[in-house]
């Protein structure tokens, strides 16, 4: 439905740098557990991400996703499960010799150093001008030159943020974790910082791990997304693998939007399906729909697949209208169907339409190849 280009297509690969500079690890989870106190916080929760890839982890609070990146990072130890960078079995090696760069959530910066000493703290190797030489690199790399004499509260939440994947960046790391790092900045900085920072990805190669509950930041950023629920792994693959098929209704709803219809299998063949809605309307399916006559499921349906009518039409559904939204080049609906089920519908805005008001009764039907079934829980 949005049809704006995802950010990491947005950037060329001529930008990227040659594959020999590229500082990338594969990063691979298998298996891991952890609980800090009773209940598992993450459980069982498996996932790859390949050298110089990006990957976003997406799920409500309290999912675990903060928890895996400290494990990846080495500053929580796992029940169990293996943790391997590359070749290295790193699940028990001390963070400090994994060369995993974290970034924040809250930047974490030293508020008593300058950008140039935050930057630097992580050099411990270096003294003197090569260890001034390699900041300014680095100050360079993230567009932070004139800023090296600064105090941390002198700057931008953006400079800021800036700073502290400077920081991560230092010890030339093969993995570099990022907590919510945008979720603190308005929408236009936001936007430009997840253009700097994937242009700055694609220069270095450094295999990412970003956590966010924002579904549009990740398909926009990541080329894989894990999304997690309630301390597991719902499913993993590429936005448009989600998207488009998505295995659970929780992802269906997670990535991207879709409206929840309950209904029951009032017949099932071979070839056939008809089930009946919540609203006693039936709807006629060209294909199995995979339950036993008389199971209870549910219907996910996206907005872009709902198609309205102005008048009643083969075996559409009457719903009231309730709001409609201009949204760029679709007027999204806010829909209730008799029984109170809430329905959104987006239609495309033909040139010079007038807005229909609310209130009235609208027919809907169905794209039935997109509309995803779900048992009912
Ligand atoms: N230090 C801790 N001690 C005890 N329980 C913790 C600790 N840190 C996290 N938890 C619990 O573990 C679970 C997972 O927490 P985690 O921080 O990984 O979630 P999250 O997905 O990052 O959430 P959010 O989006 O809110 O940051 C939560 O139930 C949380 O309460
Ligand atoms: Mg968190």
Redesign the pocket.
């Known amino acids: 439905m949005d049809a704006t280009l995802p950010l990491r297509d947005a950037i060329s690969p001529a930008e990227a740098s040659p594959a020999s500079a590229r500082l990338g690890e594969a990063l691979s989870v298998a298996g891991i557990v952890h609980a800090?106190?009773g209940a598992p916080?993450v459980d069982d929760v498996s996932f790859d991400v390949p050298a110089g890839g990006v990957a976003a982890i997406l799920?409500p609070?309290?999912?675990?996703?903060?928890?895996m990146l400290r494990i990846i990072s080495g500053l929580v130890t796992p029940t169990a499960g293996v943790v391997r960078l590359g070749a290295r079995d790193v699940t028990r090696m001390p963070a400090r010799e994994r060369r995993v760069g974290m970034v924040f959530q809250n930047y974490a910066l030293f508020p008593h150093m300058t950008v140039r000493e935050n930057v630097g703290y992580g050099l411990s190797g270096l003294k003197g001008a090569e260890k001034r030489a390699e900041v300014d690199k680095l100050l360079a790399l993230v567009r932070l030159e004139k800023f090296a004499d600064r105090l941390p509260r002198q700057m931008s939440g953006g400079q800021q943020q800036r700073v502290a994947v400077a920081r991560a960046l230092a010890p030339r790391p093969t993995l570099l974790l990022l907590d919510e790092p945008f979720a603190a900045l308005d929408r236009a900085l936001r936007a430009d910082m997840q253009f700097e920072f994937l242009r700055l990805q694609r220069e270095l190669g450094i295999t990412t791990i970003l956590v966010t509950?924002d579904q549009e930041e990740a398909q926009a950023v990541a080329d894989r997304l894990i999304v997690m629920n309630a301390g597991k792994v719902e499913q993993a693959g590429s936005p448009s693998e989600l998207y488009d098929r998505p295995r659970t209704l929780f992802v269906n709803t997670f990535v991207g939007q879709a409206s929840v219809i309950k209904a029951s299998v009032a017949a099932e063949s071979e070839t056939a399906s008809t089930l009946r809605l919540s609203t006693g309307d039936e709807i006629h399916l060209p294909r199995r729909s995979g339950f036993m006559r008389g199971t209870n499921v549910v219907i996910a349906v996206r907005p872009e697949h709902v198609v309205l009518h102005e008048k009643p039409a083969p075996g559409a559904i009457p719903a009231r209208r309730m709001m409609a939204v201009p949204q760029g080049p679709l007027r999204l609906h806010d829909l209730l169907l008799a029984d109170g089920t809430p329905l959104k519908a987006a239609e495309r805005r033909a040139p010079g339409a007038s807005d229909a008001p609310p209130g009235g009764t609208v027919h809907v039907t169905f794209e039935l190849d997109h509309c995803r079934l779900y048992p009912s829980s």
């Open positions: 800090y106190s916080a799920g609070s309290g999912c675990g996703k903060s928890t509950h």
